[in-house]
């Protein structure tokens, strides 16, 4: 079948130059990193005449980057909701907390490119009038937080970060925040109440951070590979970028692959490519020459795909929309012809039973329900009806919470017994099946 959207022409990715993850030795050095051109595009910002802070936003915008922390929102467009400064602090908050289930493409720019993703945050303070960013990382990478470190205080000796930077009157501090293993910590709001030393409960919005951000002052909060793009706008053109990909979600994007695949790993090409071609080529097809049964696109709480819906789509939100499900944080994961979707499930919704914050009642008593009753369907207590009960559990908390996370948790309940659905079928109790009687004693406890 011919591709419906394909934006990369077939084959035309292998020719692609790696930008964000370049195969240079120790780049994560910064003499390294400064020998291959790093920080010519801070100096260019901050120095030159043609980037005042309203042009690099413009050109952000222009590029048509959109955010690489799963909800895929115009990073130009972000930025331009901050206000205008009224001499007080204002924050940039840089999210490496990254613990989707299927995410693991931070921790590379991090571990591999850690000055890029500096350069970006400057040139974005400089961009928003900020003079103060905190990277907020996940704990468990604590061996990339130690070397981040280390070359932090090497860009603050070179100039590049802390006060005049390069001689100009526009200073910015930069500081590590070592995140202490919650998942909720990553979405927006929780992140910044856990900045602020308090339990990380997600806000209510509005006001959105641009308007009431950390410590209440107006902030801006992007992902790591989001902020690493930004030296590449400003080097290379905002047209360089558009014209890379799909042109409505451009650009170059790390793509996690993970699960039954030969190669699975974080591969760095252009938006756009085809399911089929990061399946097949570039992690070089199903262990075992299986067959594909399920793709997960975007981390756990995208919907996941049938192989029978694969053909032809494309790692891009259009295509993704099109095709039933989301570009997420593109951690896509390939699960063959004996994977048992129904532990699969349960074992999601564990996750996100145990790492809801528990602020919302539909959030906190509905992950519990979605585990039980999957759980009970894994074991072969279920019955046909608690599909339905799970459907309108699903809308109970849809929509209906303070943040993300109870949707993150619903929507892959609802769809994976949507598209599986015979095989949840399969697991169940026939309806005719009476349940066994409790004994006696369990009943008097029951009644007492
Ligand atoms: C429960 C939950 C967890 C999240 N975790 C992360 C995360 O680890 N990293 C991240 O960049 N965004 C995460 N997000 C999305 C952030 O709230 C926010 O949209 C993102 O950091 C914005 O950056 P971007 O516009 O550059 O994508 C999470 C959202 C939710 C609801
Ligand atoms: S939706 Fe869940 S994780 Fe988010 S605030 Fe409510 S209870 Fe917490």
């Known amino acids: 079948m011919e591709a419906k959207t394909a934006k990369t022409k077939a084959g035309e990715w292998r020719k692609y130059e790696r930008v964000l993850l370049p195969p240079i030795k120790d780049l994560h050095r910064i003499d390294v990193y400064e020998a291959n051109g790093g920080y010519k595009a801070l100096k260019d910002a901050i120095k030159g005449e043609k980037w ?10 222009a590029s048509g980057l959109r955010g690489r922390g799963g909800a895929s929102f115009g990073c130009g467009l972000k930025w331009s909701f901050m206000p205008k400064p009224d001499g007080g602090p204002r924050y940039l908050c840089c999210n490496g907390d990254e613990s989707e289930p299927g995410t693991f493409k931070d921790r590379q720019l ?24 905190y990277l907020y990382v996940r704990g468990e990478y604590a061996d990339w937080i130690d070397q981040m470190e280390t070359e932090l205080a090497k860009a603050y000796a070179k100039g590049y970060v802390g006060k005049n930077i390069l001689g100009s009157d526009f200073s910015c501090e930069l500081i590590i925040h070592k995140g202490a293993g919650a998942y909720i910590c990553g979405e927006e709001t929780s992140l910044m109440e856990s900045l602020e030393g308090k339990r990380a409960y997600p806000r209510i919005k509005p006001p959105f951070p641009a308007q ?8 801006t909060i ?6 690493a793009c930004v030296p590449l706008i400003l080097e290379r053109g905002a047209s360089w970028y558009a014209g890379l990909g799909a042109a409505k979600h451009p650009g170059p994007v790390l793509y996690g692959i993970s699960g039954h695949v030969n190669r699975p790993g974080v591969y760095e090409y252009p938006t756009g490519m085809l399911i089929t071609d990061l399946i097949e080529e570039v992690a070089r097809g199903v262990r075992g020459g299986k067959k594909v049964k399920a793709v997960v696109p975007g981390g756990s709480s995208t919907p996941p795909l049938r192989a029978d819906m694969i ?21 896509m994961l390939v699960m063959d012809e004996d994977t048992d979707m129904v532990s699969w499930l349960r074992r999601v919704t564990h996750f996100y039973h145990h ?13 519990g329900w979605l585990e039980d009753i999957v759980s009970r369907i894994e074991r072969g207590e279920g019955r046909v009806r608690d599909l339905d009960l799970l459907a309108d559990l699903c809308s109970q908390m849809e929509g209906r919470t303070v943040c993300a996370l109870a949707d993150a948790a619903a929507w892959p309940v609802r769809y994976t017994i949507d598209r599986f659905r015979d095989e949840f079928v399969a697991r169940c109790r026939p309806s005719h099946v009476a349940v066994p009687a409790l004994p006696e004693s369990e009943l008097e406890e029951a009644e007492t």
């Open 222 to 227: 992007n992902n790591v590979e989001t902020l």
């Open 311 to 331: 053909d032809g789509v494309t790692m891009d939100v259009e295509s993704l929309r099109e095709a039933g499900s989301m570009m997420g944080t593109a951690g």
């Open 355 to 367: 790492e809801s914050c528990g602020q919302c009642t539909p959030c906190r008593e509905g992950t």
């Open 110 to 133: 991090m571990e591999y490119n850690p000055h890029l993703v500096f350069e970006g945050i400057m040139i974005a303070c400089y961009a928003m009038s900020i003079s103060t960013c």
């Open 52 to 61: 005042t802070p309203t042009a690099v936003t413009d050109e952000v915008k």
């Open 212 to 219: 009431y951000g950390v410590f209440g002052r107006p902030t």
